[in-house]
């Protein structure tokens, strides 16, 4: 699987939720593009990753 450009290795059967929670990202403030389409937050939890994906993430900032 490719995730912001890099290769990345994924176990079969992980969900898109899992993944970005491993790799510590905050699901509530990040967006992603899977294979070329935004990914609704609320499939998240159903999206299962294969090895030919291909995965934009981008996370939110606040500041001031």
């Known amino acids: 699987m490719r995730a912001n450009g890099k290769e990345i290795m ?31 937050k609320k499939t998240y939890k159903e999206v299962m990753l294969k090895d030919t994906d291909h995965i934009e993430i981008v996370s939110f900032v606040g500041g001031g």
């Open 10 to 40: 994924v176990r079969e059967g992980t969900t898109l939720h899992e993944f970005l929670v491993s790799a510590g990202y905050d699901t509530s403030r990040v967006a992603v593009e899977l294979n070329g389409s935004v990914s609704p």
